[in-house]
């Protein structure tokens, strides 16, 4: 545990100075630019929410990505999970007879969004456990597939009037927004915190949680003690897909209420930022869910000092550094 | 149809297409011969058309923008193995992350030379004849050499030991990492040059141009089991499929058009799937 803060400080540490040497490079002071940074987001109820919403699409693809990688699969196709639940999500919004209460339509739009997702989740286990076929492969291909054809079916059947944007879905499946000013923040939250919550449960307190981390440690190991490790890899990323699909609920339900192209759209790459950053431990990932969130919105607010793709850049050297803090901090404590 | 199809104006834009794919596919092969994962591939293209139109720019000569090019994509790859051997960070981890890095890069330094959002100012290129175009003999000639070079040069053979079996090269006194960063280098090089052609052929660079190339240059790649000079014939193969897509576009023949870009895609996860554990496997030592 210490080990993991020793990590992620000395990463964020490094990725604090990288950017503020970027600062440097667009010709403003570091420290100004971070103050106005903190100042302006928490500093107004608006912008703050905007950073929870983030967060919350942002810690469900984190435990999707985190899952598989507890069981040893680099799953980085979230981003194809995502929008297979939102796709899902919306149509299922959508259909519902008009005055269908909130007890049931928000349940079925949120089972639609998590089985969407694990269906392209558990496609990646499948393939991988049965025909060998590497994850991180299988992963782009069907990303680039999935939001192709999610375009296709928009165009095809859902969008109207020349807008890449479906109907609406029924009032009843509506997530009531948490009231932060008007922002996009909204009752998906709860879901997320339920996960994160769910999460750390199964990882630390049941016999499941053992085996799937038995099985990312040192798969041999575990298929000698008896574990199935084919089977556990692909409920994982049954698992996993399902927790990406789930973040369609902040997108759709919470926000937009309606299929709409490029909905949710980056937010599954970045939980691999978010998975590795909060070193794959649930309630490490919310907390690095909020960092990024933080780094996104705040790149906005200050966009009048320096562009908004220096923290964008960020989102990139956070997992960097993560990735080279790892072994360094790995090799500093054996010895 | 068929008369269009076996045009010479047809068979000259399956080239065009194809020339960023080649170098990318060869430069992986080369690279993961050695024992690199390149996911990084994405960014060397990106970094490279980013470099080759703004040196292009500055000098008006696109001869300086491909230099440039092929500079970016080495530099790329000199900064990936450096954090994932000398620093023993995840590979893929590496590739992902400069992946992201060079999307938000590559617009951040738009902003700050260019004041531009999603484009940079006129660059002047090669034209749209293949055969005057230098970068399109680099890619034929590419073809050719890096098959040859692997399977019968001493820097080939030491290059796939590294991959292979990195123990037997350190026990004759060779440095697998030496070894591993030359090839990089070498494959950066390649990928950055195709990376030049995307924005030199387009006189300029926009954002997000190389649009997932790299990745399905590398998807070729492991389809043809490191192979480089299957992985270039692929990567023509998926260079026809995008010329038949735009000329069904141009000749309205009902395909959606969602659809089409998608058909290299579903390819090889239709190979990756039939064919299963029976391809080549990797080499050896892939990632470690």
């Keep these: ?335 | 149809m068929i008369s269009i199809l076996l045009s010479a104006t047809f068979g000259a834009q399956i080239l065009r297409i194809a020339i960023p794919y080649v170098l990318a596919a060869l430069g992986g092969a080369i690279t993961e011969r050695s024992g690199v994962v390149d996911l990084a591939l994405e960014a060397k293209l990106l970094f490279g058309a980013f470099a080759a139109a703004a040196v292009g720019h500055a000098t008006s000569s696109p001869m300086a923008g491909l230099a440039a090019g092929i500079a970016a994509g080495a530099l790329v790859a000199g900064v990936q193995i450096g954090l994932a051997l000398w620093l023993a960070a995840d590979q893929v981890i590496v590739g992902v992350a400069l992946n992201l890095l060079a999307l938000a890069g590559t617009r951040f330094l738009l902003q700050l030379l260019f004041d531009e959002g999603s484009n940079s100012p006129y660059t002047p290129g090669f034209g749209d004849a293949v055969l005057g175009n230098p970068i399109a003999w680099l890619a034929l000639v590419a073809a050719i050499a890096v098959p040859l070079a692997l399977r019968h040069t001493r820097w080939g053979l030491r290059l796939r030991a590294a991959g292979d079996r990195p123990e037997a090269l350190a026990a004759v006194g060779v440095s697998a990492t030496r070894t591993r960063l030359f090839a990089a280098l070498v494959g950066g090089a390649l990928a950055g040059a195709g990376g030049a052609q995307l924005s030199l052929s387009v006189n300029g660079f926009s954002a997000d141009m190389s649009g997932g190339r790299g990745y399905i240059a590398l998807a070729m790649v492991i389809l043809a089991g490191w192979r480089p000079a299957w992985a270039a014939i692929a990567c023509v193969g998926v260079a026809l499929g995008e010329s038949l897509r735009i000329y069904f576009q141009v000749a309205d023949v009902a395909i959606p058009r969602e659809l089409a870009p998608l058909v290299p895609y579903v390819l090889t996860l239709v190979v990756l799937v039939v064919l299963g554990g029976k391809r080549r496997p990797p080499p050896a030592s892939l990632g470690k």
Aim: aromatic residues 6%; hydrophobic residues 60%.
């Design chain 1, 1 to 335: 545990m210490r080990r993991e803060v020793a990590t992620v400080g000395i990463a964020l540490l490094a990725a604090l100075a990288i950017g503020s040497a970027l600062i440097l490079v667009a010709g403003r002071s570091p420290g100004h630019v971070w103050f106005a940074m903190l100042a302006r987001t928490l500093g107004d109820p608006y912008l703050f929410g905007q950073i929870l919403y983030k967060a919350t699409g942002l810690a469900l693809t984190g435990l999707a990505v985190a899952l598989a990688l507890d069981a040893g699969l680099f799953n980085i196709g979230a981003e194809g999970q995502l929008t297979a639940g939102v796709l899902a999500c919306a149509v299922v919004g959508q259909a519902l007879p008009a005055g269908t209460p909130a007890i049931l339509a928000i349940p079925a739009c949120t089972l639609a969004a998590a089985l969407a997702g694990a269906a392209i989740g558990v496609t990646i286990g499948a393939l991988r456990v049965t025909r060998g076929a590497h994850e991180v492969i299988t992963s782009i291909m069907l990303n680039a597939i999935v939001v192709g054809v999610a375009l296709w079916i928009g165009n095809a059947v859902l969008f109207r009037g020349g807008a890449t944007r479906g109907g609406a879905i029924v009032a009843g499946a509506e997530l009531p927004p948490l009231g932060l000013a008007g922002s996009a923040a909204n009752a998906s939250i709860v879901i997320a915190a339920l996960c994160v919550g769910g999460m750390w449960w199964l990882r630390a307190r049941t016999t499941w949680g053992a085996a799937w981390r038995a099985v990312g440690r040192d798969p041999a190991a575990a298929r000698s003690v008896g574990i199935g490790v084919g089977r556990v890899q692909i409920l994982a990323m049954l698992g996993s897909g399902a927790l990406a699909g789930l973040a369609a609920t902040n997108f759709v339900l919470g926000h937009k209420h309606a299929f709409e192209e490029g909905l949710g759209r980056g937010t599954g790459l970045l939980g691999i930022s978010a998975a590795l950053l909060g070193r794959l431990h649930p309630l490490g990932v919310a907390l690095a869910a909020i960092l990024l969130g933080f780094l996104s919105v705040g790149g906005l607010a200050v966009n009048d000092l320096v562009p908004k793709e220096l923290t964008e850049m960020l989102q990139g050297v956070v997992l960097l550094s993560v990735a080279v803090a790892v072994p360094w901090v790995r090799r500093r404590w054996a010895q």
